[in-house]
């Protein structure tokens, strides 16, 4: 079972298949269409020529970076700062887990340990980093020992509340409405 995040085929086999990419993708996945993060990994490495290695991307000229992510269309509605962003990341790839992206779940001795871990990577809030964890559980098979209790409520079976929840058009519909149904209810309390 692969991803289907972008909605595009080979953008959701790259989020499928390495893990960096799909990292890149939750950090982007802010004041965006979902969409467009999770394909803004393949292209990335369609303008830089090559796939995505955490050593080279740390390793950029800064500024080189965010020209890249700044080519129309940018990556992002903030490239400098997601560039930025990105960068961190992938510092934190090589220092913290060996240069593997993948290591960031797959030496977490639990749930918590997981959450924690995600959690300290730049762009990922509590919430973001439960539901990355989520994702990870609910679709690529990540097993870490208590990882639904450490998500609650985006680890719930049945679910339609996050990207931890879209496998198809349908399901993405569905967590669309009920982010929409949030957002009316938080500004019908705002008042």
Request: net charge negative.
């Amino acid at each position: 079972m692969g991803l289907h995040l972008s909605q595009i085929d080979e953008a959701d086999e790259l989020l499928t298949n390495d893990p960096l990419a799909l990292l890149i993708g939750m950090v982007l996945d802010q004041q965006i269409p979902l969409e467009r993060a999770f394909a803004a990994p393949l292209e990335l490495t369609r303008r830089l020529g090559r796939s995505l290695d955490p050593a080279d991307l740390a390793g950029m000229d800064p500024e080189e970076l965010a020209a890249v992510f700044s080519i129309q269309p940018a990556l992002h509605r903030f490239p400098a700062a997601m560039a930025q962003r990105t960068q961190k990341l992938c510092q934190i790839v090589i220092d913290s887990y060996d240069g593997d992206a993948a290591r960031v779940w797959t030496a977490a001795a639990d749930g918590k340990d997981l959450l924690k871990r995600v959690a300290a990577l730049p762009g990922f809030g509590i919430q973001k980093a439960k539901i990355f964890v989520a994702l990870l559980g609910k679709q690529l098979g990540v097993e870490a020992p208590g990882w639904q209790e450490a998500t609650a409520p985006f680890g719930d079976a049945g679910s339609y509340l996050s990207v931890a929840d879209i496998v198809d058009q349908q399901s993405r519909d569905k967590v669309r409405d009920y982010k929409k149904q949030m957002k009316a209810a938080a500004k019908a309390q705002a008042g």
